[in-house]
T-cell receptor, first 113, second 112 residues
């Protein structure tokens, strides 16, 4: 079945640098995408979402880019902080049903002081 | 406001036993979803409920069942536990059809 994949299992960055976490999705029919942050011992925390009719969406220190041509999603974190260290998941859904998400494997972000 | 709350936080069961996990959604959220997260992997969809009716089911055996109550809280039941059922079970709720899903901190189930 379809799955959302992430390119790198671990990303290590220096505090203050910008981070870019990538995600490839396989189903061109997916129309809604979400990024989650999961810290150890906690559930996934909503970061930002984007719909397929958009290419870019910005939040506080985060930007999500969607390239439908190559089915690629990225999460950019500006001025990465130690508190950003976590596992990041992208998720997709079909038909706008946000209750049923397909998650990727996750990328671990390590922030070095 | 309180987020999604789940109980218990940790549980240890023996193979063959049955377990019930509980979830209270965010106030005002009528839709609840359940996910299983095995260590090192992303969450996998199990069930979705809206207004007490099942609205979706993932690729899980019939040993897994759930229900939603009039107050929109939910329970996930797993019968005849297997070692492979050991995982973090996540409950999530959302405000509406196109709204983002918000997760609780999960119940860590260990089957020995």
């Amino acid at each position: 079945g379809e799955s959302v994949g992430l390119h790198l299992p671990t990303l290590s960055v220096q505090e203050g640098d910008n981070s870019i976490i990538n995600c490839a999705y396989s189903n061109s029919a997916s129309d809604y995408f979400i990024w989650y942050k999961q810290e150890s011992g906690k559930g996934p925390q909503f970061i930002i979402d984007i719909r397929s009719n958009m290419d870019k969406r910005q939040g506080q220190r985060v930007t999500v880019l969607l390239n439908k041509t190559v089915k690629h999603l990225s999460l950019q974190i500006a001025a990465t902080q130690p508190g950003d260290s976590a596992v990041y998941f992208c998720a997709e859904t079909l038909g706008g049903n946000t209750g049923k998400l397909i998650f990727g494997q996750g990328t671990t972000l390590q922030v070095k002081p | 406001d309180a987020g999604v709350t789940q109980s218990p936080t940790h549980l240890i069961k023996t193979r063959g036993q049955q377990v019930t996990l509980r979830c209270s959604p965010i106030s005002g959220h009528k839709s609840v979803s359940w996910y299983q997260q095995v260590l090192g992997q992303g969450p996998q969809f199990i069930f979705q409920y809206y207004e007490k009716e099942e609205r979706g089911r993932g690729n899980f055996p019939d040993r897994f069942s759930a229900r939603q109550f009039p107050n929109y809280s939910s329970e996930l039941n797993v019968n005849a536990l297997l070692l492979g059922d050991s995982a973090l079970y996540l409950c999530a709720s959302r405000e509406g059809y196109n709204s983002p899903l918000h997760f609780g901190n999960g119940t860590r189930l260990t089957v020995t």
